[in-house]
């Protein structure tokens, strides 16, 4: 499989993945044209596009590619209907496509049918979890975004966080912030800082990566835990989450 990162609009990633066979699929299209570019340059051939969820920077290209590609299948929460989804999944559904084999992952918070697609070691999370941070609740709840990347967790090492913007460094500047004495994640700032300096992406990120310098995983954490000035013994992780979600959003 080669894993194609396609740079859109300010700050988004589109993903392409492709076989030995030149077939691929697409996922969260935010713009069709830097799609359609890389599909006639590496003459790919489309068999899918993947939504995990109805925000238009996640979906505005799948109109335009479905003209150019007017059989494909568009597979997608049932709130991505209105952006052009043809095949409905949720939860526990299967996405199998030639070599292609998804689950599908239900992931709420960002919005309410945010979903997540991963074929080992592949996971394309959308807006869910970002490296070294995770997306803003503005459908969900705090509890859901916390079981959301729970399940996310809960996966091995060795996946590849395909998430959809390049927030690593801004993410990595307020987990300094909060625990500048993280050896970890001042390390791990200090090596984005020279990417993004040199304009080299920083994503995919791996959850083996995650688990050091992302906040969002480490609510179980107790030093992580009195930072943020929680002293009760086994605070809830969910309240964890949930101010450290709040912190994020003031900051």
Known sequence: MELI????????????????????????????????????????KPK???????????????????????????????????????QLVNEGDSVKIGDFDFQVIGLPGHTLGHIGFYQAPYLFCGDTLFSAGCGRIFEGTPEQMYQSIQKISALPDDTLICCAHEYTQSNLKFAHHIWPENAAISQYQEEVTTKRDKNIPTIPSTLKIERKINLFLQCDNPILQKKLKINQVNPSLRAVFTLLRQLKDQY
């Open 5 to 44: 990162r396609v740079p859109a609009l300010n700050d988004n990633y589109i993903w392409i993945l492709s076989d030995k066979h030149q077939q691929c699929i697409i996922v969260d299209p935010s713009e069709s044209e830097p799609v359609l570019e890389i599909i006639e340059q590496k003459r790919l």
């Open 48 to 86: 899918a596009i993947l939504l995990t969820h109805h925000h238009n920077d996640h979906t505005g290209g799948v109109n335009a590619i479905l003209k150019s590609f007017p059989n494909l299948p568009v597979f997608g929460p049932k709130e991505t209907l209105t952006k052009g989804a043809t």
